[in-house]
């Protein structure tokens, strides 16, 4: 399948790397299928791309939340992801969206509302975690200045 992309052309994939999120993205419901995309040059990047099949301008930038918050386990209520399979440790992914505002001082990620996917399906969805304390706009600028620092980057 070939997928106009935002950030790297057109780009072919194979039907293996397509994600189907039966309900969309939250506020974007119209739109069911996505692929994950990253800077091959960039091979330090913990950012990937979450980018619609359907619509090229749209891409998220995405993060695995324990490169946030270690102990990040959202609680979901399991009718929300009967449609994408059995999830095992083995076969479970889970994102996080960012937003990267132009003052990169205000970066943040949604730990609110994760994206949930099956690998062995390649079905996923979106869905809003039951934890109180998990902030839709969780700052984490400093937190990564903080490791580059250690990491004497």
Same mark, same amino acid.
């Given at each position: 399948?070939? #997928?106009?992309?935002?950030?790297?052309?057109?780009?072919?994939?194979?039907?293996?790397?397509?994600?189907?999120? $039966?309900?969309?993205?939250?506020?974007?419901?119209?739109?069911?299928?996505?692929?994950?995309?990253?800077?091959?040059?960039?091979?330090? *990047?913990?950012? *990937? @791309?979450?980018? *619609?099949?359907?619509?090229?301008?749209?891409?998220?930038? #995405?993060?695995?939340? @324990?490169?946030?918050?270690?102990?990040?386990?959202?609680?979901?209520?399991?009718?929300?992801?009967?449609?994408?399979? $059995?999830?095992?440790?083995?076969?479970? #992914?889970?994102?996080?969206?960012?937003?990267?505002?132009?003052?990169?001082?205000?970066? *943040? /990620?949604?730990?609110?509302?994760?994206?949930?996917?099956?690998?062995?399906?390649?079905?996923?969805?979106?869905?809003?975690?039951?934890?109180?304390?998990?902030?839709?706009?969780?700052? /984490?600028?400093?937190?990564?200045?903080?490791?580059?620092?250690?990491?004497?980057?």
């Amino acid at each position: 399948m070939r #997928v106009q992309t935002k950030f790297f052309g057109e780009v072919e994939l194979p039907e293996e790397k397509i994600i189907t999120l $039966e309900r969309g993205l939250i506020g974007l419901e119209e739109y069911k299928q996505y692929t994950i995309l990253y800077d091959e040059e960039k091979e330090e *990047s913990n950012i *990937s @791309w979450f980018q *619609s099949c359907d619509e090229p301008t749209l891409a998220l930038p #995405v993060i695995k939340p @324990w490169l946030v918050k270690e102990e990040y386990n959202p609680t979901v209520e399991d009718e929300l992801l009967k449609g994408i399979g $059995e999830l095992t440790e083995d076969n479970l #992914v889970i994102l996080l969206t960012m937003t990267v505002p132009e003052d990169i001082t205000k970066m *943040s /990620v949604n730990l609110k509302a994760p994206i949930i996917i099956n690998a062995d399906t390649c079905k996923g969805a979106q869905i809003i975690a039951e934890n109180d304390d998990y902030e839709v706009k969780y700052k /984490v600028y400093n937190l990564f200045k903080e490791k580059n620092e250690a990491a004497g980057k």
